[in-house]
Structure formats: structure tokens, C-alpha cells
């Protein structure tokens, strides 16, 4: 077995500089040659990716574009956005959670890069489902099979670490910091409740995701928005501090790690791609699956995940420890430093009675959505690899590994979701690359027709404005 010196080797090897300046060298050449589109329209994309309309008849898919956001968010929005954060600020300081926000506005661009060829290179499986994601336009789009091969096995080793471990440990860190539970038992019950819902396949997963998320997303938010408010004299000051940070390294609050630079660039990249997947190329496993015409429409959707689940959520949990100064506590209980889920908790907890209790619940509900949308990712890794018949074996796999992973030490588990990340990273930045052209030509066609739907719409409404007001003068 690895030793934790090891994993972290592994960790620094996969996370070095060149894969760190590799994908800020796409995402800043993809938001340049589609002129910034992820900023021009996230207006567009919100209003677009928030409304639950019907698919017609004539489009190709298995879920709707709002399942196919919300499966998306489901294993976005996970312990990343609590323990994560946590994780980062603890390990980089304060200044970690502005790499966070650079990283989610580039990789927007990436995740809408990634949805658009997932569904322009989809193909129906034997079971008539679609199926779609990087291993398929690395291979249909550029003929890179051995490539495709590559990221589905990196892809299914992922989901057993980022999409499984990670959030089965950290939902028992919850369990059993604020109810005592047993930690193999918290496994236990996730196991037989997720086996539960993969047996219905992709669409049970969306139906889950649809009501699950928002209600989920919406208590966490409010939760900790109550805490910023109330603190909203301290909000200036902590994000001149972030800021200063970021840039400096400064060790967090009472020095408990301390912090290079390159240190708090490296966490909060890190865990920036953890809570939001972009360069992963994992969401747009679940875009394929969206019954959608264009190919630009699910793009925008897509990038839209990436803004909630990092800008706006992250942000949240990222605040409220900041505003609540309980950097560098001490858990009563071992005696040791703060990290993870039980920093956030005490966040919470320190200016809201039964705060605890809200970040327990949301990261029980975050993390289990979180597997549901990583299993269907697996799924489909796995599919690419060995067909449809592998999919049970693998099912029964993934949730089987939840038991020990509930007992495993955090730091490991966290470092090995880390490497399983990066590894997957690689062939599909490679890709998206040598694929630009085909993301550019689709977005300018696209875009063209944005832009004519909107001329059209502004002229629908002069016309109504013009008809009221003449009416009223006659």
C-alpha cells in the first residue's frame, strides 16, 4: 500500500507547474478566441439553463437540458464546495479561495467547450441511451482511440476517488462530529441507498438531481448568507485579505500551515477544478445525455455549473470562515487543528444556532448527489471501455468501495481524488486543443444565431411597445 509520502509525491508530480500553466494556457486561449464569450453571455446562459421548458419532439436525447444541468451540478456541487473549501484555506490560507474564482471564470469557457463537443460527437449505445464525453471526441472527433482509452480508465478511477471516497469520508466526518454514527455505518447506508437509485440509470439519476439540487443549494445558501449578513462589516476586510493572499502567500490565520505562493495557487486550483470539474471533462458526460438540437445550447448550459457551483457556492462556504475568524482553531475533541468539514461546522456554528447542523445536512445531501452524478460518469468511462455489460459489475463496485472509504484518513483520500483529477485532466485539455477549430466554427455559428433570435425578440417588443402606446392615444 502507498504510504501518505508517496500519494503526496504523486499529488506534486500530477499538480506540477507544467499541468497548472497548461490549463491556463487553454482556458485563456479559448476565452480569447471566443472573445470572452463565458462573461458576454452568462446572462444568456442563466436565464437559458434555469428555465425547465419541454424538449420538443425532434430533439435527440435522454433527459432535458435542465436535468441534464442539475445532473451536472449534483456532481459538482459536493464536499467540494464545504470540505473542500475548507481543505484549500487550511492547507493554501485565505488566498486560495481567490485562485478559486480565477479558475472557475477560465474554466467556464473549458466546460462549455466540452459540453459542446460531447454532443456534437455523441452516438446511441446498445441500449439506446446516449452516450458522449471526452473518450468519444477524442476518438470520433480526432481518431485518438488510444487516448479515449486513457481517460476512461483514469476516468473510472476518478469516479471511485473524487466521485465515491471523498464523499462518503466526509459525510461520515459529519455523521459522526455532530451524531455520533459510527463511521462504517454512515457507509453502510449510503451504499444501500445509492444502489437503490443507479438501478434506474440515467434518467432516475436526473429526476433525483432536478428537485434535489435547488432545494439542497437553497438551504446551504441561505444558511450562509444569514452568517455573511450578519457579519457584513467584517466582508471588506476579509477580501482585502484574500486578496492579499493570494499574491503574498501569507500564512492563514495564526500561522497554523503557512503558505508559499505557489502553495495557495496549487490549493485553490486545485480545489477550484475539484468543485466545479472544469478541464475534467466529466459534466460533459452528462451534457451528452441532454435532449438538445444544438450543440452551442448545452455549451452554454454546461458553463453556467461552473459559476453556481464555484463563484457562488464556494464563495459562501469560503466568507463565512473567513468572516467568523476560526482559522486555526483547535477541535476540542483531538486537540488538532481545524480542517475539513469540521472547520466549516464550526463556522457556522459560532454565529448561527444549529449552523452545525446546516452544513451537516447540506454536506450529507451535497456529497450524495455527488455520487449519483460521478456513478453515471463512471458508468459511461466504463461502458467506452469493456460495453454495457460491464456497467452492473461496476455499479456494484462503486458502491461497495463506500464502506472502507468511510474509515479512510481524510488527507489520503483527499490526495488521491487530487491525482485521479489531474491524470484525467491531461488527455482531455489535449483534446479540446487539437479540437479548436471545430469549437470555434460551432461557436460562431451559434452565436449567429443568438444574436438573430435576440434582433428578433428586441423587435417583437418595439412593435408591442409602439402598438400599447398608440392604442393609449387614441
Not at 447506508?189 to 444502489?195: E, K, P
Not at 457562488?312 to 475533541?333: A, E, F, K
Not at 483534446?431 to 433570435?453: N, P, Q, W
Request: proline content about 2%; aromatic content about 10%.
Amino acid at each position: 500500500m502507498l504510504s501518505g509520502i508517496t500519494l503526496e509525491s504523486i499529488q506534486s508530480l500530477v499538480w506540477s507547474p507544467p499541468l497548472l500553466l497548461f490549463l491556463c494556457f487553454v482556458s485563456v486561449y479559448f476565452t480569447v478566441a471566443l472573445k470572452g464569450l463565458q462573461l458576454r453571455y452568462l446572462g444568456y446562459s442563466l436565464k437559458t439553463a434555469l428555465k425547465r421548458e419541454k424538449a420538443d419532439a425532434s430533439t435527440t436525447g435522454d433527459i432535458t437540458n435542465f436535468q441534464a444541468l442539475m445532473t451536472s451540478l449534483a456532481a459538482a456541487i459536493g464536499t467540494g464546495n464545504i470540505a473542500g473549501v475548507a481543505t484549500a484555506l487550511a492547507t493554501g490560507g485565505m488566498g486560495s479561495l481567490f485562485w478559486m474564482w480565477v479558475i472557475a471564470l477560465l474554466g467556464m469557457i473549458l466546460k462549455y467547450s466540452e459540453a459542446l463537443l460531447a454532443v456534437k460527437y455523441r452516438i446511441r449505445n446498445q441500449k439506446g441511451e446516449m452516450s458522449g464525453g471526452p473518450m468519444y471526441y477524442l476518438a470520433r472527433g480526432l481518431g485518438w482511440k488510444g487516448m479515449a482509452l486513457c481517460f476512461a480508465i483514469f476516468g473510472v478511477f476518478a469516479t471511485l476517488g473524487t466521485g465515491n471516497m471523498v464523499q462518503v469520508n466526509s459525510v461520515a466526518d459529519a455523521t459522526g462530529y455532530l451524531f455520533d454514527i459510527p463511521r462504517v455505518y454512515t457507509g453502510i447506508a449510503l451504499a444501500v441507498i445509492t444502489g437503490v437509485v443507479l438501478l434506474g440509470g440515467v434518467k432516475s439519476i436526473g429526476r433525483v438531481a432536478e428537485v434535489f439540487v435547488p432545494v439542497m443549494a437553497s438551504l446551504y445558501l441561505a444558511g450562509g448568507l444569514i452568517i455573511i449578513f450578519m457579519n457584513l462589516d467584517k466582508v471588506p476586510e476579509t477580501l482585502a485579505y484574500i486578496l492579499r493572499c493570494a499574491f503574498s502567500g501569507e500564512a492563514a490565520s495564526g500561522g497554523f500551515l503557512g503558505a508559499g505562493v505557489s502553495l495557495t495557487i496549487q490549493s485553490g486550483v486545485a480545489r477550484g477544478i475539484f468543485s466545479n470539474e472544469a478541464g475534467l471533462g466529466t459534466s460533459s458526460i452528462a451534457s451528452a445525455a441532454a435532449k438538445t438540437k444544438e450543440v452551442g445550447t448545452q455549451g452554454m448550459i454546461s458553463m453556467t455549473s461552473a459559476f453556481i457551483s464555484t463563484i457562488i457556492v464556494c464563495s459562501v462556504t469560503g466568507l463565512v470562515i473567513g468572516v467568523t475568524g476560526v482559522m486555526g482553531s483547535l477541535d476540542p475533541s483531538t486537540g488538532q487543528l481545524l480542517n475539513g468539514a469540521p472547520m466549516a461546522m464550526k463556522a457556522f456554528d459560532s454565529q448561527l444556532q444549529g449552523g452545525g447542523y446546516v452544513v451537516s445536512l447540506g454536506l450529507i445531501f451535497f456529497a450524495y448527489s455527488t455520487i449519483l452524478g460521478w456513478a453515471y460518469y463512471g458508468e459511461k468511462c466504463i461502458e467506452y471501455i469493456g460495453g454495457t455489460k460491464l456497467i452492473l459489475p461496476y455499479r456494484l463496485v462503486y458502491v461497495l468501495c463506500m464502506i472502507p472509504a468511510a474509515t479512510m484518513e481524510l488527507k489520503s483520500v483527499w490526495t488521491i481524488a487530487d491525482i485521479t483529477n489531474g491524470l484525467m485532466m491531461i488527455p482531455n485539455l489535449l483534446g479540446l486543443i487539437a479540437l479548436r477549430k471545430v469549437i470555434i466554427s460551432e461557436t460562431t455559428r451559434f452565436c449567429g444565431k443568438i444574436k438573430g433570435r435576440i434582433a428578433r425578440l428586441s423587435a417583437e417588443e418595439k412593435f408591442s411597445s409602439l402598438r400599447r402606446a398608440t392604442l393609449d392615444n387614441l
